[in-house]
C-alpha cells in the first residue's frame, strides 16, 4: 500500500511563506510526475502546480511568479515553495503522484493564509 506522507501546512499571514513537502512511503515505484492540488470550501479541486520526472513544470496562473515547485529525484521528495502568500491561497493542499500505471493522492495538509 503506497502512502503520501505530507507535511508543511499551517496558519500565516499574508505576505508570508510556507513550504510543503511530500514523499511516498511503503514501496519505491517509477514516477513520471509530481504535483499539488488545492480544494478550498465550495469549490472545485485545481491544480496548483506539477513537475515531471524530467523537470519540467507548469503552474496555474494564480500562483505563478509567488509558488515554485522542485523535487529530489533520489528522494522522490517534491516541494512546493509558497511565498506572497494571499488569503485566497486558503485551501487544503493534495499531494499528487503519477507512476507508470497508477494515480496516488495524499491526504490533504490545511494551509490557511490570515491576519
Known amino acids: 500500500q503506497v502512502q503520501l506522507v505530507e507535511s508543511g501546512g499551517g496558519l500565516v499571514q499574508p505576505g508570508g511563506s510556507l513550504r510543503l513537502s511530500c514523499a511516498p512511503a511503503?514501496?519505491?515505484?517509477?514516477?513520471?510526475?509530481m504535483g499539488w492540488y488545492r480544494q478550498a470550501p465550495g469549490k472545485q479541486r485545481e491544480l496548483v502546480a506539477k513537475?515531471?520526472?524530467?523537470?519540467?513544470?507548469n503552474y496555474a496562473d494564480s500562483v505563478m511568479g509567488r509558488f515554485t515547485i522542485s523535487r529530489d529525484n533520489g528522494k522522490n521528495t517534491v516541494y512546493l515553495q509558497m511565498d506572497s502568500l494571499k488569503p485566497d491561497d486558503t485551501a487544503v493542499y493534495y499531494c499528487?503522484?503519477?507512476?507508470?500505471?497508477?494515480?496516488?493522492w495524499g491526504q490533504g495538509t490545511q494551509v490557511t493564509v490570515s491576519s
Open positions: 511503503g514501496t519505491s515505484f517509477s514516477i513520471r510526475a
Open positions: 499528487n503522484v503519477l507512476t507508470l500505471t497508477n494515480e496516488y
Open positions: 513537475i515531471t520526472r524530467f523537470g519540467s513544470t
